[in-house]
């Protein structure tokens, strides 16, 4: 008996010994990060495996763990993208002193984390400092450096990127604030480095940008691929549009001359991704000759009106993706479905209307989007801002749009009437035929969605994880039975709505998966924020901004006061509440306390 249990004990040894080197070897190929949470959750055994071979984490929050937690568990991290301020930072909701600094991540990145080639920061705090330390420790090996919508550094700490990282194949500052002291960090990049393929300075206000620099990076750079710079005349570009001859996107650029002077710039043969700001009815047709090449067109800053929409669109029968202002308009999105049947991902923002810019057919309601989902039945990203709607259009989005993954709409206040509220029956609609669908954003008015509509988004809506709510449900019972469903949501965002202190915390328990909650506009109770203690447990932090006013910059360039309601964040954190609180930011511990006082 005693010698069957050795064979047998040895038997198991050596299936469990198979069976490692097995799941090492395929482990490396489960790149899903939700089938990586998983696997690592089967056994202690497959824990290490992860720990061992997992190449990129996200982090959604940067408070939500620690550098020194993330260094134990991931070792051998190839790839780290960190986020930090709240998504409504975009929108200027979120004071610019909340948080989110780079420097603790720095620090331990420079220190370990020795297989590390990607970083990208997004909405976050990062000093000169940061990169002057990024650079030095890490600028032999670093491929890729993302600064995404980032503050707080300037041209000075660039300098130490270009000059160090010199194998650096992505440098992306998109949207970043950035403080220009001078050029030199450009002029650093174009003499050092010859591997670049990305280089991305778009909608920043770097203006000291030599065409020189430019042209340099494109000879020396021969797998330059994508450039998307700030504002820089178009004919200043020629010599680099002529070097870039692998170019596939390009965006940015200005048009200061006369129009017939650009029919002499030429764009590289492979170029299939373009956004040219400030583009107008005149220079449009520098495009055509290779429209039909073209796959991705960003209109965002283009000076276009409806019918120069039209005219162009008709020329892009292989457009996948485009982004545009709601000009656009219906009759712009009609052309579009005729003419782009492999259309993927439409983003239409909001035009700059009060500036005389827009077109009178410049507004976008359901009849276009009617035609644009019977249309583009490829369609898998669709964020729109429109003037009306009503619910026969949302049900044609679910009938037709089966391949939506992402949906995203805000109702504008420029009409006093809208043709068809409440929209109950077409979220349903729409929610029930899309049932691809993660990420749903619905952004109305009062009286938009009453509370059995907010109900079918909680029962409709099986495998969405990210949400944001705008003036949506009646009362509490609403978002009562909204929370009720909604199994996999994993982060929620709402503003404007109408539900007390006690619901909100009572709905926060009820959805089970939820990780993150972000709310401005609330009932609060008598004592401010005393009704969330009800939500209040282990590794759940909860802050608040108390309601400020705010000076901002309107769209006709005049300063106005606007008053910012009160916000509510919480969120899931294995490093406990922050100790970088600004004095905008309360810890709900504290201020009832204060209040106990």
């Keep these: 008996m005693e010698e069957n249990d050795k064979k047998l004990s040895r038997t198991m040894t050596s299936r469990t010994s198979m069976f490692d080197v097995v799941l090492g070897c395929v482990m490396p190929y489960i790149e899903d990060p939700k089938d990586r949470d998983a696997v690592s959750l089967v056994c202690r055994r497959w824990y290490e495996l992860d720990a061992l071979t997992r190449k990129h984490i996200t982090i959604a929050l940067c408070y939500t763990t620690s550098p020194d937690r993330l260094r134990r568990r991931f070792q051998h991290l190839e790839s780290l993208k960190l986020k930090g301020k709240p998504r409504a930072a975009m929108f200027n909701l979120i004071p610019e002193d909340w948080g989110g600094y780079v420097e603790p991540w720095v620090n331990e990145i420079s220190e370990n984390f020795n297989c590390l080639k990607s970083l990208h920061f997004r909405r976050m705090i990062v000093k000169d400092s940061d990169l002057e330390v990024l650079a030095r420790s890490r600028g032999r090996v670093l491929q890729v450096l993302k600064l995404d919508k980032c503050s707080g550094f300037s041209t000075d700490g660039l300098l130490h990127v270009g000059r160090l990282c010199r194998q650096l194949r992505t440098l992306f500052l998109e949207e970043s ?9 450009l002029h650093e990049i174009a003499i050092n480095n010859s591997v670049l393929e990305t280089l991305n300075f778009y909608m920043t206000d770097l203006a000291q940008v030599s065409f020189e620099d430019l042209e340099l990076i494109a000879r020396n750079c021969r797998n330059l691929v994508s450039v998307k710079i700030s504002d820089c005349e178009i004919l200043d570009l020629v010599g680099f549009l002529r070097a870039a001859a692998v170019l596939e996107e390009f965006c940015g650029g200005s048009f200061n001359e006369q129009p017939d002077r650009y029919t002499a710039v030429t764009f590289p043969p492979k170029l299939c991704r373009l956004g040219l ?33 039209c005219l162009l669109i008709q020329r892009c ?92 709409l805000v109702l504008l206040d420029q009409e006093e009437s809208i043709t ?14 899309c049932d691809k ?111 400020r006013q705010v000076v901002v910059t309107d769209q006709v360039g005049q300063t106005v006061v606007v008053e910012h309601p009160a916000h509510i964040l919480a969120y899931y954190s294995l490093a406990g509440p922050r100790t970088d609180f600004p004095n905008s930011v309360i810890p709900l511990d504290a201020l009832v306390a204060g209040v106990e006082l």
């Design 177 to 185: 604030t950035i403080i220009e002291r001078d050029g030199q960090w």
């Design 277 to 309: 700001t400030y583009m107008g009815k005149n220079e449009m047709p520098i495009v055509f000759p290779f429209a039909s090449l073209l796959k991705k067109l960003d209109l965002l800053y283009a000076l276009l009106d409806t019918e120069d929409h």
């Design 317 to 408: 029968p292989n457009l996948e993706v485009l982004e545009t202002r709601n000009v656009i308009g219906d009759r712009g999105l009609e052309v579009l479905a005729r003419s782009c049947k492999r259309l993927k991902r439409l983003r239409i923002e909001r035009g700059a209307d009060e500036q005389g810019m827009e077109d009178e057919e410049g507004v976008v309601s359901q009849r276009g989007l009617m035609a644009l989902a019977q249309g583009c039945l490829e369609l898998e990203y669709l964020a729109v801002y429109v003037s009306d709607i009503s619910n026969a259009s949302l049900e044609y989005i679910g009938t037709y749009s089966k391949n939506l993954c992402d949906f995203r």
């Design 420 to 433: 068809d509220l409440p929209l109950d029956n077409g979220v349903r609609a729409l929610l029930r035929g």
């Design 437 to 547: 669908l993660r990420r749903f954003a619905l952004y109305l008015r009062p009286g938009g969605l009453t509370d059995v509509g907010l109900g079918y988004i909680g029962q409709y809506s099986p495998k969405v994880r990210w949400m944001l709510l705008g003036y949506v449900g009646e009362s509490d019972a609403g978002l009562l039975a909204f929370s009720r469903g909604c199994p996999s949501l994993q982060k929620l965002e709402m503003r404007g709505c109408c539900f007390s202190e006690r619901a909100l915390a009572i709905s926060v328990m009820q959805l089970t998966s939820l990780r993150y909650l972000w709310v401005q506009g609330y009932r609060a109770s008598e004592q401010p924020g005393r009704d969330l203690l009800a939500m209040a447990r282990p590794f759940w932090n909860i802050e608040l901004i108390p309601a």
